[in-house]
């Protein structure tokens, strides 16, 4: 079983209450990541968090206002409070910290962006259960951040890719439609194929990972997991994450009629 700071836990203390509220949000990030790797038992190393994204989920972004009693409807049980540090806004997610209500201390912080979410499914975490992104969401959306220059600032990606690649099957076909559904502009994986001693530099200052692999490691493995959409190759593909390798769809055997 993935190890968890006590902070992780109590964040996902602040998921649930938040799905038991009236605050229709699906939750990403991090967060979701770890329960993905955990129910695939996968636990070879551990990245942690301090904050909470989720993608609004109701017909209709409410203003700030409305957004904030809704939220602190949700946490007053929780003893905590949240105070609004951004508006949302176009390509504007709205930004909380949450504060310990009796002394004003910083919790944690949540973002909500606005962007619809097409795929979600319930994950649970002790007696906690909320709704979240699938794992090909995940795997999608940190894929789309690799094929940019945004992966000086995400290095975090690198690790997390690597990690999800070993422990779920991922089809070109399913990323691509994603990607087409929400109109995410892809990249050409310049930094990542031209700019190596950057992200080699990037992903050396990552801190809070625990057994972090050496990244050599990591990038000979993403190289290979990541050819199909770097080269832009539209034959169907399906990753074997047993096998660690690519599969052509149209190889598979067909079910006999």
């Not at 004003?104 to 962006?113: K, N, R």
């Amino acid at each position: 079983m993935i190890k968890l700071t006590d902070q992780e836990k109590r964040m996902y203390d602040v998921m649930g209450a938040i799905a038991n509220s009236d605050v229709p949000v699906i939750f990403k990030g991090a967060l979701i990541t770890k329960l993905i790797l955990q129910e695939n038992q996968f636990d070879d190393f551990v990245r942690e968090t301090r904050d909470i994204d989720a993608s609004w989920a109701g017909a209709e972004p409410p203003p700030m206002e409305k957004l904030t009693v809704m939220l602190n409807s949700a946490l007053d049980s929780l003893g905590l409070n949240a105070v609004a540090v951004r508006e949302h806004g176009e390509k504007m997610s709205a930004s909380y910290d949450i504060l310990e209500a009796e002394s004003g201390e910083l919790a944690m912080t949540i973002d909500i962006d606005m962007r619809t979410v097409g795929d979600s499914r319930t994950y649970q975490y002790g007696n906690v259960t909320f709704q979240g992104v699938t794992p090909d969401n995940v795997v999608a959306d940190k894929i789309s951040v690799i094929s940019s220059d945004r992966v000086f600032r995400r290095s975090k990606d690198l690790i997390d890719v690597y990690a999800l690649s070993h422990c779920v099957t991922v089809k070109t076909a399913d990323i691509r439609r994603i990607w087409q559904r929400e109109n995410r502009a892809i990249g050409t994986f310049d930094a990542f194929s031209n700019r190596q001693d950057e992200l080699r530099h990037s992903y050396e200052k990552l801190q809070r990972v625990d057994a972090k692999p050496e990244f050599d490691k990591i990038y000979g493995h993403l190289k290979k997991f990541l050819q199909p959409f770097a080269e832009k190759d539209p034959a169907p593909k399906t990753w074997n994450s047993g096998r660690l390798e690519w599969e052509d769809v149209s190889k598979e055997q067909k079910p006999s009629s």
